[in-house]
């Protein structure tokens, strides 16, 4: 997963959201790992869909039993707005976390955002995206 990096050339935006579909007993592993890294603001939704096999590959496996094909499967959604320079590390960290090998792993997409806003104090940009003890304040470094 090392050499994951999001083609971000035909975007220009200051922000983008990190939205992974993932198996719900991976969610545990995954804020944990998001938090040990500093990432904060994640949001989570109990979602069910039909991934790329769309009923047509091997059963998935869900919670160690196998799930009829072409049924509604119970995964969990997981966006997270940062940074651009952040988008890489944060794409690698859920690919990394998320991987058994398994059909229904999940999957990852990057949409850009034009603004963040923080409510609370009307603050807009790169003040309202950054979180306190966030991936900044913990040292992390732009890769660009």
Do not use: H
Not at 37 to 56: E, W
Not at 92 to 101: A, F, M, N, Q, V
Request: aromatic share 6%; proline share 3%; net charge negative.
């Amino acid at each position: 997963m090392e050499g994951i990096e999001c083609d971000l050339s035909t975007v220009s935006a200051p922000f983008y959201n990190v939205t992974a579909i993932i198996r719900p007993w991976r969610l545990p592993a995954v804020v944990a790992a998001l938090s040990e890294a500093g990432i904060r603001g994640v949001t989570v939704t109990d979602v069910r869909g039909i991934g790329a096999q769309g009923g047509n590959a091997v059963n998935e496996r869900d919670g160690g039993n196998e799930v009829i094909l072409g049924a509604l499967i119970e995964k969990a959604k997981v966006e997270i707005v940062i940074a651009r320079d952040q988008v890489d590390f944060t794409v690698r960290l859920l690919s990394t976390t998320c991987y058994t090998g398994q059909t229904g792993d999940g999957k990852i997409w990057v949409s850009p955002v034009a603004d963040v806003i923080r409510v609370r104090t009307g603050e807009t940009g790169a003040v309202a995206e950054r979180m306190q003890d966030g991936l900044y304040d913990k040292g992390y470094k732009s890769e660009v």
